[in-house]
């Protein structure tokens, strides 16, 4: 078929009386086109005379209806919970004292020149993730954009249909204060409205738009709902490392890694992460580091990674999760301790006759344990970027609380506080499905005092000392996270077609639109 500048109508007529087809053409149609096509279906010859001018067909058993593109509703399934989450994390430290300022009856005020020895550093992190808005708002915009693109040159007397059954008011996409989408051009004429609706309990999008923005739309979702249906499975390890003597400035990992990258422990590092293309093996990531191992068996798994460890010293597993999380999804992980402790606020009158102290208990809880948030990106690619922050707590000795008004008639009342020691870290790290990202450095000092004596003999008067022996060991520790995440790959739903995404289809193509002409 070859045409030039011939109206729709008459292409379509042609195609109907030379192949004997039933064809309903809608008075309304108009326009011209121009086609080139040798032995194509008839349907792509329908979809070329769409793109061309404003028509949609439909076959309606074995009648091919023509008709305008006018807006129609179609119904989008999205299956994703009605759940909005907001995350915030932060990490920081400070070496001051105190800060200026006054505290009445308890400390002095420090001069304006003591901020002058204080620093701090913190760094804080948000995560907002709201589903639905988010996609309304994207289905939204993307409609306001092809709307202004597809004017209707003739001005409309009246507004565009509504959803049936729903009044003009529902038929909004966002807050109540904005209005539909209406563009208008400088000649005054007006565009199509568009509007969507969403019932987040059931996960149906309503959308009243033409054919051809539908398309768009579907395309919209179906990748919208391919990334968010990415799932990895994050296996961790925290191992505390007791240093030999050997090895007292911490691990050496040129020692594992000195088979390259076939086999053991990596570590790469560049300065220019890419940009252009995600998929390449290097430079693509800040920093990455992994264990790989080319054959089977008991190596070819995390386990194996901790136990090359052991050449460095004695080596002790603290926790090891392992967590399934949803692509741009924070989960937590928090195994502690509640540490209860009091403190104790004295308050003092004096009568004509005495004094009269009250005092004030409050409870306090510390956590002392592990507790790790892991917030992954999953690329089309099978990269992900974490944003991992694990923190360590434990239990050091207890302090008794200097507040003078805890002593009353020469003794003193027993406050104690805990001292917990917290190590942490914050990273974003850049890894392949599979590879093993290890964050270590973590290191604490640890003295121990050891007495041996022998009974009885070391009471001796004199003699005593002779029989009693001292000593102090230090031992010196470095923590070591190891980070493996894998990304889980499952099929698409049924539901998920490349010729109509996410949607229930309304129309249906029998062989005959598949026929060459």
């Known amino acids: 078929m070859v045409v030039h500048e011939v109206p729709v109508k008459e292409i379509l007529f042609a195609l109907a009386r030379d192949n004997q087809l039933n064809m309903d053409i809608d008075p309304a149609i108009d326009g011209k086109a121009t086609l080139h096509a040798l032995d194509q279906p008839l349907h792509r010859i329908l979809q070329r005379l769409a793109n061309q001018s404003d028509i ?43 800060t200026t300022g006054s505290a009445t009856g308890r400390t002095s005020t420090l001069p304006a020149s003591s901020n002058a020895n204080g620093s701090r550093t913190q760094v804080a992190s948000s995560s907002r993730h709201h589903f639905w808005e988010s996609l ?9 954009e092809l709307v202004a693109e597809r004017s209707i040159s003739a001005p409309v007397s009246a507004p565009a249909p509504a959803i049936p059954g729903m009044p003009p008011s529902a038929a ?16 005054g004429s007006k565009t199509l409205r568009t509007n969507v609706i969403a019932n987040t309990e059931t996960g149906i999008l309503s959308v009243l738009a033409t054919e051809k923005q539908h398309k768009k739309v579907a395309a919209l979702l179906d990748r919208i709902m391919q990334s968010a249906r990415r799932q990895v499975m994050i296996e961790a390890s925290i191992v505390e490392v007791e240093l030999r003597d050997a090895f007292q400035a911490g691990i050496d990992w040129s020692r594992i890694a000195q088979g390259g990258e076939d086999n053991g422990l990596f570590i790469r590092q560049s300065l220019r992460p890419g940009i252009t293309d995600p998929s390449a093996p290097s430079p693509n990531s800040q920093f990455r580091a992994g264990y790989t191992y080319t054959g089977s068996g008991i190596l070819a798994n995390l386990s194996a990674a901790i136990t090359l460890l052991q050449q460095f010293g004695t080596t002790r597993v603290l926790s090891s999760p392992r967590l399934r999380v949803l692509n741009n999804q924070t989960a937590v992980l928090k195994v502690v301790d509640n540490l209860v402790y009091f403190t104790i606020e004295a308050q003092t009158s004096q009568t004509q006759t005495n004094l009269n102290t009250v005092f004030t208990t409050t409870p306090h809880t510390v956590p002392v344990g592990v507790v790790m948030s892991v917030t992954p990106h999953i690329s089309s690619t099978q990269q992900v970027m974490l944003n991992v922050r694990p923190t360590i707590s434990r239990f050091v000795r207890d302090v008794q609380d200097p507040n003078p008004s805890l002593v009353v008639n020469g003794n003193r009342i027993a406050s104690s506080i805990p001292i917990i020691q917290v190590r942490e870290m914050e990273s974003l790290l850049h890894v392949s499905s599979g590879e093993t990202a ?80």
């Open 56 to 98: 949609s067909y439909r076959l309606d058993e074995d009648v091919l209806s023509i008709r305008p593109d006018r807006p129609v509703v179609r119904h989008y399934a999205v299956d994703y919970l009605n759940l909005s989450r907001d995350t915030s994390l932060s990490v920081g430290a400070a070496s001051e004292i105190a």
């Open 136 to 144: 309304l708002r994207n289905v939204q915009s993307l409609l306001g």
């Open 172 to 187: 909004t996409i966002s807050n109540p204060a904005e209005q539909r989408p209406t563009v208008a051009d400088s000649t």
């Open 438 to 517: 290890i964050l270590g450095g973590l290191m604490q000092d640890e003295q121990r005092d050891n007495r041996d004596q022998v009974p009885g003999l070391h009471r001796l008067p004199l003699l005593g000392k002779l029989f009693t022996g001292k000593a102090e060991l230090q031992k010196k520790s470095e923590l070591v996270i190891f980070l493996r995440p894998v990304v889980v790959s499952e099929p698409a739903p049924a539901a998920l077609t490349a010729q109509q995404p996410a949607s229930f289809p309304d129309t249906d193509e029998d062989d005959l639109l598949h026929a060459t002409f």
